[in-house]
């Protein structure tokens, strides 16, 4: 997509239909990779894996949808999540995201943290003060 080559961003596709292992019936992730025609890396998530990122989402939301549900992780250049996108998504609001956490400060990125709009009463800790309450952390 000419979007994603002009942001230069990479996209990685991943299928959850391996989880089961040698089980999992594949053809349904080849099916729609030769329908759509993606022109970007894919593969196959293992159980692991998406173990790994669903406990990742369990450790930032209440509730976890299940593997089948799309998600998109918006990684920095240091792999770092800057945005987490589940459910429906399209390119055009992760790239108007992208372009509001580049032009944003260290305010402003952590008042756009919440996953839900709201008014919140704080400002973001100081780097001693996480040290401090999260030294594992470290």
């Known amino acids: 997509m000419k979007a994603i080559r002009e942001n230069k961003l990479t996209v990685l596709a991943l299928s959850a239909d391996g989880i089961n292992g040698p089980k999992s019936d594949l053809s349904p992730a080849y099916e729609l990779v030769e329908k759509t025609k993606i022109s970007f890396p894919w593969g196959i998530i293992d159980q692991k894996s998406a173990r790994k990122l669903h406990r990742f989402q369990e450790n ?3 509730r976890t949808p299940e593997p089948s549900v ?3 992780i ?3 250049q240091n792999h770092r999540a800057l945005a987490i996108y589940r459910g429906e998504f399209s390119i055009l609001t992760i790239l ?3 372009k509001t956490i ?3 400060n260290a305010i402003q990125l952590y008042h756009l943290a919440p996953p839900m709009k709201g008014t919140w009463f704080t400002n973001p800790l100081g780097q001693r003060e996480v040290d401090r309450l ?3 952390m470290r």
Do not use: I, T
């Open 70 to 72: 799309p998600l998109a």
């Open 74 to 76: 918006l990684l920095d």
């Open 60 to 62: 930032l939301f209440d």
């Open 96 to 98: 108007a995201d992208l």
């Open 102 to 104: 580049l032009s944003s």
């Open 134 to 136: 999260f030294p594992v």
